[in-house]
């Protein structure tokens, strides 16, 4: 007997709790089944959907952190080659402009017997050779960052906004 007064009390405290918590709900029937049912099918339809949502949320945190990897070595690898190209070019580009250069120069004096116009020939080689250097370091600069990762994130963000909405 003394035990059913104490469950009595504390269903009774459990109720009020209840009420305070949610003043726009009408309290649960004494049977403990709402009249209508929707209460509990609102509440298992939001469970199911967060269960979703959060397994979606994890699969996407999996496949970002993935992609975020596998371009991460991509950018190393490029940064890698460019730093490694820029080391390479910097002594070479030097001896080869002016050998090369001073050879066509050398050569177009001989067919033209004019200084002037070996000059230019000279001149013109060197812009040749440093404009398609530059041309394929900047072919090589989209490889650096993450646009694949931004892509999935901004990707996500929406598929999680659409769920709550």
């Given amino acids: 007997m003394g035990n059913e007064k104490k469950s009595q009390a504390s269903g009774e405290n459990a109720d009020s709790a209840a009420q305070e918590r949610s003043p726009g709900q009408s309290s649960p029937s004494p049977s403990g089944k709402d009249s209508d049912g929707e209460g509990e099918n609102s509440l298992e339809a939001t ?60 050569i177009t004096y001989y067919f033209s017997q004019s200084i002037y116009l070996a000059f230019l020939v000279f001149i013109l080689i060197q812009v040749a050779i440093l ?16 646009e694949e990762t931004k892509r999935q994130v901004k990707e996500a963000l929406n598929d999680v906004t659409e769920v709550f909405k």
Avoid: H
């Fill in 131 to 146: 404009a398609g250097a530059i041309v394929y370091q900047k072919k090589l600069v989209p490889l650096l960052g993450f």
């Fill in 47 to 106: 469970l199911a959907r967060a269960e979703a949502t959060l397994t979606l949320l994890t699969a996407w945190l999996a496949n970002i952190q993935k992609l975020f990897q596998l371009e991460l070595d991509r950018t190393i690898a490029a940064g890698k080659r460019i730093v490694a190209l820029q080391l390479m070019l910097l002594p070479l580009s030097a001896a080869l402009i002016v050998s090369l250069c001073g050879g066509v120069g050398l």
